[in-house]
């Protein structure tokens, strides 16, 4: 049986695309899923895939003409082993005198993309998840969907089946889900996001390859990890591989603050609390959240909200001998630099005694990781979910600078922090990120508007 195939959708809306090559000719045998046609589209050049195997009869377009959606592109006559398998857009050229149901045909397999970082759809099984290969971290989404193996040549677009890939979908499952008909994108998205609940309802941790025996390659010593480095394990592997994360990073003239810290840090002490810059910066970093209310938010993945919280609570991560703690100071935009002071000291000499409780590490929505005391020059941190922002600072180092940008007057010593912020690039752009960070410098290096707020 001839069947006539069309263009599929080539993307959003009534988009065009220009043939840039025929990939096979005419006379060759195709497999289902083997690459047509390319199709150049504004943003891409996609593949447009066989839907069945067959002999490729005709191409009824050339290179370099305009094509869209609905057009005809090749006739394929259908082998034996896939007679009567035409999927919904094609047309065939004999009518039969009564309908017959689809015979089963070839799975098609997708390829990997030759340009994107996705991996390719074909070896994975019901029984090993995504979630178990640490390989692909960085090529799929973090809705690490099952693949299964069809029996059936599924109807969809190459911008549907790149979507899919995107996401980690398996058409297939779409069609056991009972998707009858052509599968398009709003399907795929509403199974990822199906599976991706049920993911975060099952699934809480993901699951690591076992290590090589390394006792032959000399003597080991065991130590079990302690209660909070499991836990700061499996949340900071959670939230690696869930948020994208995107950082930007700012170097702060930080003179006149640490002028005054070293003024006032005498009195301070008198009245039993440190005067650090985690202190200070802790006090910028609420007022700049609440003139940037967006980095004192929460996504709610499930039901695809943004959640803005009216209390700036912030997280301190702390040392401790047993691992890292994060203890949170709640409403600190309403708190004077004294008291956050004082809050911070008695956290921390709490933290690293053991003796925090829990409800005074709950209810974060923004964390100050300063690790500039142990001579760090640069620091990435990853977020603390479900928070969509964490700030990493680096030791302040005193280098000449031209104040003012006044390049003709001689440079001043100056002490600058570099600073860096963290940030769920679902929820924040990278342009919001740079006028955080903007209104954090503004802060450090006019410490007086800190007073006036």
């Known amino acids: 049986m001839s069947n006539i195939y069309k263009i599929p959708e080539l993307g959003d809306g009534d988009i065009t695309g220009t043939v840039v090559s025929l990939v096979v000719k005419v006379g060759d045998t195709v ?53 009567g398998a035409a999927p919904v857009e094609a047309e065939s050229t004999h009518k039969p005198a009564q309908q017959e149901s689809p015979a089963p045909v070839k799975s098609c397999r997708q390829k990997p993309p030759s340009s994107d970082g996705n991996s390719s759809d074909g070896n994975s099984s019901d029984n090993n998840s995504d979630n178990n290969s640490g390989n692909n971290t960085g090529q799929k989404s973090a809705v ?32 056991e889900a009972g998707h009858g008909g052509r599968i398009d994108k709003a399907a795929v998205k509403a199974f990822a996001k199906q599976m991706l609940s049920q993911q975060q309802n099952n699934s809480p941790s993901l699951q690591m390859p076992a290590l090589p025996d390394l006792s032959a390659f000399g003597p080991l010593t065991v130590q079990p990890m302690s209660g909070i480095q499991k836990a700061t394990s499996r949340n900071m592997t959670q939230a690696a591989a869930r948020i994208p994360h995107a950082w930007l990073q700012r170097r702060i003239d930080i003179t006149q603050l640490e002028q005054g810290r070293q003024q006032h840090k005498a009195q301070l002490k008198s009245e039993g609390c440190a005067l650090t810059l985690t202190a200070l910066l802790g006090k910028i970093i609420g007022l700049a959240c609440a003139r940037h209310p967006i980095f004192n938010a929460s996504l709610d993945e499930q039901n695809q909200e943004i959640i803005f919280r009216q209390n700036i609570n912030l997280g301190i991560a702390v040392d401790t001998p047993r691992g890292l703690v994060v203890p949170v100071l709640n409403d600190i935009s309403s708190q004077s630099v004294k008291e956050i002071a004082l809050q911070i000291t ?70 600058i922090m570099p600073l860096t912020l963290a940030f769920d690039h679902r929820v924040i752009n990278g342009a919001d990120g740079a006028r955080f960070l903007d209104t954090v410098a503004e802060l450090c290096e006019n410490p007086f508007l800190v007073l006036v707020g």
Do not use: H
């Open 31 to 83: 497999n289902c899923g083997d690459s047509l046609i390319e199709v150049e589209t504004e943003k891409a050049i996609l593949e447009l895939p066989a839907e069945i195997d067959g002999v490729v009869e005709a191409f009824l377009v050339a290179p370099d003409q305009v094509v869209k959606q609905g057009e005809s592109f090749i006739s394929i006559k259908a082998l034996a082993k896939s007679a």
């Open 144 to 175: 690490a969907i099952q693949q299964t193996t069809s029996s059936q040549c599924l109807p969809a677009g190459p911008a549907t089946r790149r979507l899919a890939r995107e996401l980690g979908v398996d058409l297939a499952r779409i069609s």
């Open 346 to 415: 008695q956290l921390s000499e709490k933290a690293r005694a053991g003796k925090l409780q829990p409800k005074e590490m709950k209810g974060g929505s923004i964390t100050l990781s300063n690790l500039g005391g142990l001579g760090a020059s640069g620091v990435f941190p990853i977020i603390n979910w479900p928070e969509v922002a964490i700030i990493g600072v680096g030791a302040g180092e005193w280098l000449p600078t031209y104040v003012g940008g006044d390049i003709n007057a001689p440079p001043e010593p100056r002490l």
